[in-house]
C-alpha cells in the first residue's frame, strides 16, 4: 500500500509537513509522473551497515521503479535476501538559474526480478550506463514524497 505524506508524518526527509515558501508538495501521481519522465536517479540502500549511494537509470513500469545492474554490483548484494530490502530512490529536475524544479523520493521495498520474460523485456527497454548489466532490480514504492521548487522570493535562501 502507498502512503504519501499527507497520511502519515514520514516525508521522506523532505521537511515537507510544512512546505518553505516557495515549494509545494506533490501528489502522488504527480511525483510518479515526474519521476517517469526522466532517465535517471539515485537508489540509496544499506552497504556493510552503511549508507550506501549510486546513480543509476531507471524506467517506471506497472508502478515500479525498475533498473538493472550486475549480479556482482553491491546494490544486487543488497537485495538479494528473501523478501527485498528498504531501499530510498530518489530523483529530481532543478534549474539553479530559475530556482525551480522538482525532487521526488520514494521509500520502498526493491528485489531481484527473476522471470525469465520480465528479464528479457527489461533488457529490452533499459540500457544501463554500464557494459555487462546482468540483474534486473525493481523498486515497489511505498512511500512517495516529492516537492516542487517554484523560485522563492528574489534574494531569498533556495529551499532546502
Do not use: C
Not at 513500469?61 to 549480479?71: C, M, W
Request: proline share 5%; no cysteine; glycine share 10%.
Amino acid at each position: 500500500m502507498l502512503e504519501s505524506v499527507n497520511e502519515g508524518a514520514y516525508d521522506g526527509g523532505l521537511g515537507l509537513l510544512q512546505p518553505p515558501f516557495g515549494a509545494e508538495q506533490l501528489d502522488d501521481a504527480e511525483a510518479m509522473r515526474l519521476l517517469a519522465s526522466v532517465g535517471y536517479g539515485r537508489i540509496v540502500f544499506t552497504l556493510n551497515a552503511l549508507p550506501a549511494i549510486r546513480p543509476v537509470n531507471h524506467l517506471l513500469d506497472e508502478g515500479r521503479i525498475i533498473i538493472r545492474t550486475r549480479l556482482t554490483a553491491s546494490i544486487s548484494a543488497a537485495v538479494r535476501s528473501d523478501g527485498g530490502v528498504v531501499v530510498a530512490y530518489e530523483a529530481d529536475s532543478i534549474d539553479v538559474q530559475t530556482r525551480t524544479g522538482w525532487s521526488v523520493v520514494i521509500a520502498g521495498r526493491a528485489y531481484t526480478i527473476t522471470d525469465p520474460d520480465k528479464v528479457l523485456r527489461y533488457e529490452q527497454l533499459l540500457h544501463p550506463w554500464v557494459n555487462h548489466a546482468d540483474t534486473v532490480v525493481a523498486v515497489e514504492p511505498q512511500i512517495i514524497s516529492g516537492f516542487r521548487i517554484n523560485g522563492g522570493a528574489k534574494g531569498a535562501a533556495p529551499a532546502t
